[in-house]
């Protein structure tokens, strides 16, 4: 079983950067994939970006690319991404995902153990 929290949401002006984190309790985590997905009032949770167990490959949405990067230290059990350069249409709960079969890919329904979710809201 793994648990996931994540942590580092807030409210920010357009252009700002925040990073969020993901700590993750459970020996297996190291060798799981990785992903965080958000989701905006009114719409369907859509993947945002995803790593492999190695951290040897990483996929991001083409919406955040350039301005997101995750990473992930596995000694400390967590994940971070940092998002810099933030838009209002970023503004949503953010949430980690992990699972055996996720392997950082886009697809939620591969993963079987999300967080809470953190709210991160851009205003203009």
């Known amino acids: 079983q793994v648990q996931l929290v994540e942590s580092g949401g807030g409210l920010v002006q357009a252009g700002d950067s925040l990073r969020l984190s993901c700590a993750a309790s459970g020996r297996t985590f190291s060798t799981y994939g990785m992903a965080w997905f958000r989701q905006a009032p009114g719409k369907e949770r859509e993947f945002v970006v995803g790593i492999t167990w190695t951290g040897g490959s990483t996929y991001y949405a083409d919406s955040v690319k350039g301005r997101f990067t995750i990473s992930r230290d596995n000694a400390k059990n967590t994940v971070y991404l940092q998002m810099n350069n933030l838009k209002p249409e970023d503004t949503a709960v953010y949430y980690c995902?992990?699972?055996?079969?996720?392997?950082?890919?886009?697809?939620?329904?591969?993963?079987?153990?999300w967080g809470q979710g953190t709210q991160v809201t851009v205003s203009s």
């Open positions: 995902a992990t699972g055996p079969r996720g392997g950082g890919s886009r697809y939620s329904s591969l993963y079987d153990y």
